[in-house]
């Protein structure tokens, strides 16, 4: 158990709609990362927040955009949705002063 | 960016054998972590590990930041450690560098 919650769980989309995402982390992770993780592959990182602020990005289209809120949640949209977009979403969050990483169930995307 | 590698990719065992997961990375890190993904996609965090040796029950790691690998062991296997095995690196910036993983099946 990370106490790092996402939902929904899964969720099917077509193709050149928007897709909100959401995580919630525990009290004290002012970190959270969002990564994708394709059919076979290793997550790959899209962006990062602290405290409120987007503090890094990997290599991925600005149609993937993030907010996190005082509350220690977060959101992942993406717009405009390309049938590659269809992957595992996880978000991950960092106690406050450490970089070990804590991640939530994951949310599965299918675009069709 | 840095490349991490991790090996075998396929790992067959019967429950009750011992196994070695590798993982080998192109650049000093500040920060390790091995994870198990179960099938229902869940990453668990098993280590952090960026140097040194850890055992946690059946599973131990060791990292050997000099010469840039980190091993994991999984002694007496049991069914339910099959899945996915990532290890991640974090250099001096914010994001994780995963590996492609070795998917371990464990036999009954």
């Known amino acids: 158990e990370t106490g790092v919650t996402q939902s929904p769980t899964h969720l099917i989309k077509t193709r050149g709609q928007q897709v909100t995402l959401r995580c919630s982390s525990q009290s004290g992770h002012n970190t959270v990362s969002w990564y994708q993780q394709a059919l076979g592959q290793g997550p790959q990182f899209i962006f990062q927040y602290y405290r409120e602020e987007e503090n890094g990005r990997g290599n991925f289209p600005p149609r993937f955009s993030g907010l996190q809120f005082p509350n220690y949640s977060s959101e992942l949209n993406v717009n405009a949705l390309e049938l590659d977009d269809s992957a595992l979403y996880l978000c991950?969050?960092?106690?406050?002063?450490?970089?070990?990483?804590?991640f939530g169930p994951g949310t599965r995307l299918t675009v069709l | 960016g840095i490349q991490v590698e991790q090996s075998p990719p396929d790992l067959i065992l019967q429950e009750g054998a011992n196994s070695t997961l590798r993982c080998n990375f192109s650049d000093s890190v500040n920060n390790l972590q091995w994870f198990h993904q179960n099938p229902w996609g869940q990453l668990i965090n098993l280590f952090y590990?960026?140097?040194g040796t850890k055992q946690n029950g059946r599973l131990s790691a060791t990292t050997v930041a000099t010469e840039r690998y980190s091993l994991l062991y999984i002694s007496s296997s049991q069914t339910t450690d099959s899945g996915v095995y990532f290890c991640?690196?974090?250099?001096?910036?914010?994001?994780?560098?995963f590996g492609a993983g070795t998917t371990v099946t464990v036999r009954a």
């Open positions: 991640a690196v974090l250099k001096n910036d914010y994001k994780l560098s």
């Open positions: 991950a969050s960092s106690p406050l002063g450490t970089d070990t990483q804590y």
């Open positions: 590990i960026p140097s």
